[in-house]
DNA sequence: AATGATAATGAAAATCATTCTCAATTAGGA
DNA sequence: TCCTAATTGAGAATGATTTTCATTATCATT
């Protein structure tokens, strides 16, 4: 087999969920973009492998995936849930948010080691276990700071 | 003058915009509660003193404060928002979502010095201005993982 | 390959938080 | 007090997300 099963196929098969050909699709673009897609611009790529698909089934697997784990669902603040493929380490990256020009930008990781820490702390300190977290720094990017207002 | 007009009495002067009575009712309703409010909620509590206030007034206010940021305006994923009462100090306190319960507990600030390390960083390697930031710890409370699933 | 049980899908309607519109009211300065 | 702009309330509108339900696909067994 020249192509090995992504990393999801099998955690879909693990949970005894059906990988399906509009599932498929709609993993293949969370996989290929480096954007957060909101469920409707998804809707319209698969459209065009998949014209049939439905808005519902869009919204279902992304639901679906994101109980398992596969997916992240965001909040950015613009008024629709957005979407990202979970990867393995790296899972705790900062969102930075403009809140000007409302652009995103990720941080690659070199805090994850602070990040783990307050981590350990806020576990053992609250019983609390943390299966995963989400940190926004609003503000303003570098561009807009420059542009004016 | 027995009692001092609290902080943000002063802020919305300093910004222009009028201290009305429904303002200041929501802002009451926002200072009494440790409880992190949905605009209905906190239009319910209002219409006890105020029974005329219309539910739009509400969503008005609460932008305008958020915008000068009195308020902060949050997202726990149950498909509302919320919003507290922005502290002067302790602004980055984190929260903790029990994705079984859906309960918040806020960390008291323990972590304020690691997450200003972090800041500091984050604004220096991509020149991002962060006026504040957000960070949401998901998983399971001490209760629910006694509890069974 | 046919069957049956179950899961998944598509289309449309329903939901529900939030925003908009606009006429009426209010507040604060001239 | 009068004027003007800001604010408000009611209800309609919006728009993202969910639900419903009839249909279709999947997979393990015959």
Redesign the pocket.
């Known amino acids: 087999m020249r192509y090995a099963k992504p990393w999801w196929y099998k955690r879909?098969i693990e949970e005894?969920?059906?990988?399906?050909?509009?599932?498929k699709l709609i993993l293949d673009v969370l996989n290929r973009t480096k954007k957060h897609l909101?469920?409707?611009e998804i809707y319209f790529i698969v459209r065009k492998f998949?014209?049939?698909?439905?808005?519902?089934?869009?919204?279902?697997?992304?639901?679906?995936l994101t109980k398992i784990g596969i997916v992240i669902k965001l909040?950015f603040g613009d008024?629709?849930?957005?979407y990202e493929l979970a990867e393995k380490e790296n899972a705790s990256h900062i969102h930075l948010i403009c809140k000007n020009c409302g652009k995103v930008f990720e941080d690659g990781g070199d805090e994850n080691e602070k990040i783990k820490e307050i981590e350990k702390n806020i576990s053992s300190r609250y019983n609390f276990k943390v299966e995963n977290l989400k940190i926004f720094f609003m503000g303003k990017c570098e561009n807009c700071q420059k542009g004016g207002d």
């Open positions: 879909m005894g969920i059906k990988f399906t050909l509009q599932r909101s469920a409707e998949y014209p049939n698909i439905g808005f519902a089934t869009v919204y279902r697997t992304l639901d679906l909040n008024g629709r849930m957005r």
